[in-house]
């Protein structure tokens, strides 16, 4: 026999489904089964995909309850398989064996048993903590209390040099008692302080509640990342919302809400315990369960609120806690301008540069601003500001210089609105070893440049048409297939307009002459490839998409067939630009959505023999001014992938390239324009 894991029927062993519920069945032990003669099963507890844990009576134990976990013995497994999940089963149970404290399950047996792998905990009466968040009404005091409870747990495992690696609500259980106990240690492991390399796995992580260190990217798993998973399940305890993964943090540090931004009720102390624990660098969290605990107790420390957040930090962190923005010893060196104001962090110095210009020139060339940058730990940002005063004689240019150097200052384009960012100088990894045209990954250094927010709209292409006053350029190129259904702008009368519902759509069925003149037309240029690939990669090193190196639908536009879709039925494929998240330099769609022309001529070996320093790729170089663009008879690079790609295209990463005719107008073909400083 075999029980159903959802209703806990007995049903016969060969069966596929449950006859009483329909849930597909997965092999479980039947009900009242005996186990090493003396264990009866009675109920399934929970499973995974490793194993399963029930519920059983102890015959010589006067039918107490007890835990049984097994391991499935899965025929797929290979030999070395097989052996290294009994390894890891039986290091878990020897583990908690070896274990004694009252916030943690004890084992009392281990066995096998018809080839299968057992051992029997104690079974912990009540519910999980993930349970009762789903209820709602938890209060802050009794949460504090639940956490002093975990805090002794793991301060004991860490002295015994043990993490959990697994921490979150559904893995930690509240008794009728008022007890906590911390379970599952599948995953568990030892570490060596003097050693303090601990591998990670894969599956060893669940999102939301793991640290960066423990999906293998940042360093190495200890005591500090359990405090940062408690920290985490803390978060999910008092605002209700699971917490977001940490590389997605990383990526996109707004996405992180501040504990009392999501419940106002939250206390400043409990939200200071919450961002500390949660901090993305281990060295910026407790670094020991103990100190979390005392916190928690009430015993605090100095914090200063975070300019951009206002949320409380630690006196000396490095980054804000919640919104990750950088502040190094500023607040406790704040920049003091000669009329009495003061700047703490870069972007209050330029704020209040911006107002005081004439202080700002000042202090940059008297070397104020150059020295404090320097004390706060940024020598790369002070070098530059003396090479600007050794170099530039006109102040008020220099101090324009050091203000775009700093990668503050955006722009919007006069003609169209169009938000530009700025790119900051310097060196990225540009190519990838997975395609010859892609190949081989080199370093480049680019200087800094603008690059627009988004793709150009039908509405700002049509703003650009009827100032041109032609659809084709002087050259006699075809600008863009207006007579096609696939193209999103009409023209009515005179005047061309986007169709209706697609003004914020990006312009498609448009030539990279049509691109190239419309850059010309605002006074800007086309983005050279090198260009396009470091702005998607949004200071991400070594990622293959904008964001990472997962691909989820979340992320970008994409997986939309393209058979039998025009005209009116794009509406549902094609997205409007912005309609998911940006990248970490502030740019949308860098991934999907349409490939995007560059100024590049296409070249197979190209980066073989590119040259370091801002490539502009193999054929003559275009201004993008007096119509010399028209002269243009080569194929041109396209980037960023497009709305109709599959699940299993490569096309959406940062590396990828693709290549067209000049001439050609296709329904996800648009651009984005670049300027320099």
Same mark, same amino acid.
């Given at each position: ?39 009866? /099963? !009675?109920? *399934?507890?929970?499973? @995974? &995909? ?8 102890? +015959?010589? $134990? #006067? ?43 004890? /084992? !009392?047996? *281990?066995?096998?048993? @018809? &080839? ?8 912990? +009466?009540? $519910? #999980? ?549």
């Amino acid at each position: 026999m075999q029980m159903c894991p959802k209703c806990n029927h007995d049903n016969p062993a060969a069966a596929k489904f449950c006859n009483m519920c329909g849930t597909e069945l997965i092999g479980l032990l039947g009900k009242g089964e005996i186990l090493h003669s003396r264990y009866r /099963v !009675t109920k *399934v507890l929970g499973y @995974g &995909g490793f194993g399963a844990v029930y519920l059983a009576e102890d +015959t010589k $134990q #006067n039918n107490a309850f007890c835990a049984v976990k097994s391991m499935f013995d899965n025929p797929n497994w290979t030999f070395t398989e097989r052996a290294r999940n009994i390894q890891s089963f039986q290091e878990e149970a020897s583990l908690l064996r070896s274990l004694s404290h009252q916030n943690l399950p004890k /084992v !009392t047996d *281990v066995f096998a048993d @018809g &080839g299968k792998q057992y051992f029997v905990m104690e079974f912990v +009466t009540g $519910q #999980n903590l993930k349970d009762i968040i789903d209820k709602g009404g938890i209060i802050e005091s009794q949460v504090i209390g639940w956490m002093i409870q975990i805090c002794d747990a793991l301060e004991y495992l860490h002295s015994n040099n043990i993490i959990h690696r697994d921490i979150k609500p559904a893995n930690i259980r509240f008794t009728p008692e008022g007890q906590i106990k911390l379970v599952d240690f599948g995953i568990a492991k030892r570490f060596d302080p003097s050693n303090p390399k601990t591998d990670t796995i894969k599956r060893a992580a669940t999102p939301g509640y793991a640290p960066l260190e423990q999906y293998g990217t940042g360093g190495h798993t200890d005591a500090r990342s359990d405090i940062y998973a408690l920290g985490a399940t803390l978060y999910h305890l008092l605002t209700a919302q699971r917490p977001p993964d940490a590389n997605d943090r990383v990526v996109q540090p707004t996405i992180f809400i501040p504990p009392r931004k999501s419940n106002p009720n939250i206390s400043a102390n409990c939200e200071q315990v919450i961002l500390k624990a949660m901090a993305i660098r281990p060295e910026d969290r407790f670094q020991k369960a103990s100190e979390m605990k005392d916190t928690l107790l009430g015993r605090t420390y100095p914090t200063f609120p975070c300019p951009k957040c206002q949320t409380s930090n630690p006196v000396g962190a490095p980054v804000c806690l919640a919104c990750q923005t950088p502040f190094t010893g500023t607040m406790m060196n704040p920049f003091r301008f000669r009329s009495g104001k003061q700047a703490t962090t870069l972007q209050e110095l330029v704020t209040l540069i911006d107002g005081n210009w004439t202080d700002g020139v000042y202090h940059l060339y008297a070397g104020d601003i150059a020295n404090w940058l320097g004390i706060i730990g940024r020598a790369d940002l002070a070098t530059n500001a003396q090479d600007i005063i050794a170099n530039e004689k006109n102040e008020n240019i220099g101090l324009e210089k050091f203000l775009r150097n700093l990668g503050t200052r955006n722009i919007i384009r006069q003609k169209d609105g169009m938000k530009m960012r700025l790119i900051p100088a310097g060196e990225f990894q540009m190519g990838s070893n997975d395609y010859g045209d892609e190949k081989p990954v080199h370093t480049v250094y680019l200087d800094a440049y603008y690059i627009d927010e988004t793709e150009v709209t039908n509405e700002q292409y049509c703003i650009f048409l009827n100032n041109y006053g032609n659809i084709v350029d002087t050259a006699g190129h075809r600008l863009l297939n207006v007579s096609w259904d696939d193209c999103l702008i009409e023209k009515v009368g005179n005047t061309y307009k986007p169709k209706s519902g697609y003004e914020k759509h990006p312009v498609v069925e448009v030539s990279w002459y049509g691109a190239a003149a419309y850059a010309q037309w605002v006074e800007a240029r086309l983005p050279t490839e090198a260009e396009w690939e470091k702005a998607a990669r949004g200071g991400l090193v070594g990622k293959c998409y904008p964001w990472g190196n997962e691909i989820f639908s979340t992320k970008a536009n994409y997986n939309n067939s393209s058979r039998g879709y025009s005209g009116a039925d794009m509406l549902k494929y094609l997205k409007p630009v912005g309609s998911f998240a940006p990248n970490g330099y502030g740019l949308y769609d860098m991934a999907g959505n349409v490939w995007e022309w560059c100024a590049d001529e296409y070249g197979y070996g190209y980066y073989s023999r590119s040259p370091r320093d801002n490539p502009k790729g193999p054929g003559t170089t275009i201004t993008f001014r007096n119509n010399d663009f028209t002269n243009v008879k080569s194929e041109r690079v396209l980037r960023g992938g497009r709305w109709n790609y599959n699940l299993t295209s490569d096309g959406l990463r940062c590396a990828a390239r693709g290549n067209n005719e000049p001439t050609a107008m296709v329904k996800h073909d648009g651009f984005r324009c670049a300027q320099d400083p």
